[in-house]
């Protein structure tokens, strides 16, 4: 994938803590994931919006199933955010 350099603004503290946690030259790469991940939490929510404007609310059912594929969504990015290590904060 072609990449391009953009300059963001963040907050010092927050951007100091994650290259703390990360290194810097992952840096760019947890950012990458980081917007990966929130586009996603994004279409999920539009998706969610159509369903509701289409077929009304969710049923006690439905919200169910949604909640358990959310947890399924949220495990993929934790394991491919380790590396598909299990680590200690997939057991927290």
């Known amino acids: 994938m072609a990449t391009k350099k953009y300059t963001v603004t963040l907050p010092e503290e927050l951007a ?5 946690e990360v290194g810097p030259g992952a840096f760019s790469a947890y950012v990458t994931r980081a917007i990966e991940r929130q586009r996603e939490h994004d279409r999920l929510g539009e998706l969610v919006a159509w369903m509701q404007e289409k077929g009304g609310p969710l049923t006690e059912g439905e919200q169910a199933a949604a909640d358990a594929e959310l ?18 904060a997939a057991a927290a």
């Open 16 to 20: 100091e803590e994650i290259r703390a």
């Open 71 to 88: 947890r399924d969504i949220e495990r993929w990015f934790e394991e491919r955010e380790t590396g598909g290590r299990g680590g200690e």
